[in-house]
């Protein structure tokens, strides 16, 4: 179950690991607890975000996470296509969002899509736009839950 080099797991930056408040980012409840139990489970963070690498990076260091996450994926690229190629390196790959058209972009590059209501969108919002469930809290099993669900969902597929 751990160490297991096919799970990923991929967050939204803005709304689901950090808000803003007057300018400066800060963790959501809960997020420094995901992301410490995604180390510990040896799953890859990956992170999808709107914004500049120079910008995350600041602060990533500034919030103390940076060394948690492997890998981020900046400047709006296109969010389909750059799921869908993580998906081909990590068939377990499972993502979290916080905005509607966050979930609908995991949806039609074929990932599992959770949401988190945390970040302001309403729950029922993220599961119409197809997300698997919602969360209304990060915590330290994050991780392990949705890509130990990309399995049973793929399994499942397949049988």
Known sequence: MYDDPNRAVVLGWSGTLVRYHGGRARLV????????????????VIVLTEQPLREVAT??????????????IPDGRDRVAELTGLRV???RLAFVG??????LDARRADVLAFGFSGGGCAGRLLRAAGAESVMSRLDRSLALR?????????????G
């Open 59 to 72: 602060q990533a260091r500034r919030l103390r996470v940076a060394d948690r996450l492997s890998i981020v």
């Open 29 to 44: 409840p809960g997020a420094d607890a995901a992301l410490c139990g995604a180390r510990l489970a040896s799953i890859p």
């Open 146 to 158: 949705v890509t130990e669900q990309r399995l049973f969902t793929a399994s499942g597929d397949a």
């Open 89 to 91: 390196e990590y068939p």
């Open 98 to 103: 916080s905005t509607e058209e966050e979930i």
